[in-house]
């Protein structure tokens, strides 16, 4: 037997991931509800992902349901795998796509992506170790592989559940314009009183902003 | 629309000094102004937000493969059984 399937399986979920992740992307971008451009591709991602990737390291499910059969492995593996990276895209690009709207200043929005790729570098260790410490305590690789997955899932959830309850876009953002709005105002009551202009925050903009001009950070302002 | 109070503002330093006479600011003071909402907590839970796609991804590309053919194989000639990991 040729090792098809398992490739089939794999590519699936990549080639899901590598369309949805523009798709994602484009549509976010003229979504505007009241939880905001974002949020709700976050909310909506995280289930499809939460409630589908644990299916993926378990039996074939829909074996138990429609009977055996190698195409109905592929079904099941295939279809799972390509719901679990559905959300994963939608989860990816939208929370990425958050910073920009939740704050206008340069330096926060690098500490946040900081932040971001820093908590990457703990997931893929955590997951790694608890998987070492499971390998070692529990003898069937089944088991090992459900409560691996069970426990990671429930970790990611909780992170995901702590992330939803605190940050609520739609305040954040009509914060940040308000902002934006009090900045330039004290930005022209300054420049009014005959300051030379050197803004040295918005560095690699190719304008200086000058009198009655808004610095870039204006304009990314959602 | 909404209002202050529905936004929930916790905006801790006011940028009015900037604009209230009396007080003295530079621009070199303007990129010290907070240009954001987001207290400490917001921003932890902004770090962590990512972490369920990450330790997907972590699981996938690890285990995916190996769970499929070792663990789970789709037709049982394709395990070559290494037995369990921790033997």
């Known amino acids: 037997m040729m090792f098809i399937f398992y490739r089939l399986v794999i590519l699936i979920g990549q080639v899901i991931d590598g369309l949805m992740t523009p798709v994602v992307g484009i549509f976010s971008d003229s979504t505007n509800t009241r939880c905001g451009k974002r949020m709700p591709w976050y909310y909506s991602g995280f289930v499809l992902m939460a409630g589908t990737l644990v299916f993926m390291f378990q039996p074939c499910r829909l074996c138990q349901l429609f009977g055996e059969s190698d195409l109905m492995s592929l079904l099941n593996y295939g279809l799972f795998g390509a719901i679990t990276n559905i959300g994963w895209a939608m989860c990816q690009v939208s929370h990425m796509s958050l910073v920009p709207s939740i704050s206008l200043s340069r330096t926060r929005r690098d500490m946040l992506n900081n932040l971001r790729s820093n908590f990457t570098f703990i997931a893929n260790l955590s997951v790694l170790v608890l998987a070492a410490i499971f390998f070692k305590v529990f003898h069937d690789n089944k088991v090992e592989f459900q409560i691996l997955t069970y426990t990671t899932v429930t970790i990611g959830m909780m992170a995901s559940l702590f992330f939803i309850y605190h940050i609520r876009e739609r305040p954040l953002t009509i914060a940040c314009r308000k902002l934006a709005k009090q900045y330039r105002r004290s930005f022209l009551k300054l420049s009014g009183a005959g300051f030379d202009a050197d803004l040295s925050f918005s560095s690699d903009s190719p304008t200086k902003p000058g009198n009655g001009e808004s610095p870039r950070a204006f304009e990314e302002a959602p | ?87």
């Open chain 2, 1 to 87: 629309m909404l209002d202050d109070r529905d936004t929930g503002l916790s905006i801790k330093e006011p940028l009015m000094e900037a604009t209230s006479p009396g007080l003295r600011m530079s621009f070199q003071d303007l990129h010290k102004l907070r240009l954001d909402a987001l207290s400490k907590i917001q921003v932890f839970a902004y770090g962590i937000g990512h972490f369920l796609n990450d330790a997907a991804a972590a699981l996938w590309f690890n285990f995916l493969l190996f769970f499929l053919v070792e663990v789970e194989p789709m037709n049982p000639h394709d395990a070559r059984k290494a037995g369990s990991l921790a033997g």
